[in-house]
């Protein structure tokens, strides 16, 4: 999660707590005085967090304010994968926490725009996608949704599938 800001004159830096709905307030990290942006790494999927950012003099910091930033946080699918299989491409991934729902995007070929393809069940860690022609390439990427509180970034895109005949054996 990123956190920004305004810039405060005067100051020798910034620190930031956050909070959950069912936390107190605990110091998440503090920046320079030139920087208005803190990245948060430590942030667990499916979680509602609360933001506050305090400017500090020397060793003092200005008591924390009573507004904040509120944030839901969606960790995109990870280790998505696509494969060939008899009469299709099957897309799979890493469930999110928090997601209720996966929406699929497809690229065919490199000159096209992705597009969306499906949308599962947030129980689901697969698409079987049946409109496919042999012999094209297909790029994919996953988004988790949380469908009350947002979404997350693009999962990675797959490397390019070429839809094959497959054959079985007797």
């Known amino acids: 999660i990123k956190v920004s800001w ?3 004159e005067g100051v020798d830096g910034y620190y930031i707590y956050r909070k959950t ?6 110091k998440a990290g503090g920046v320079a005085k030139t920087l208005t942006t ?17 400017p500090c ?10 507004s904040f930033q509120s944030c839901y946080y969606l960790k995109a699918p990870q280790r998505v ?14 469930a999110s926490v928090g997601a209720t729902e996966y929406q699929i995007y497809r690229q065919d070929g490199l000159t096209t725009a992705s597009y969306l393809v499906g949308t599962v069940d947030g129980g689901e860690t697969q698409y079987i996608d049946n409109n496919v022609n042999i012999g094209d390439v297909y790029y994919y990427y996953v988004k988790a949704i949380n469908k009350a509180k947002g979404e997350s ?14 054959v079985e054996r007797i």
């Open 6 to 8: 305004e810039a405060v």
């Open 38 to 54: 803190f990245e948060d790494k430590g942030a667990k999927s499916g979680q509602t967090y609360f933001y506050c950012v305090t």
């Open 153 to 166: 970034f693009n999962s990675e895109t797959t490397p390019g599938v070429k839809r094959i005949e497959c």
């Open 21 to 26: 709905e069912n936390s107190d307030w605990e």
């Open 57 to 66: 003099i020397g060793n003092s910091e200005s008591s924390k304010v009573a």
């Open 81 to 94: 994968a696509a494969v060939n299989t008899k009469d299709a491409i099957k897309v799979s991934w890493a």
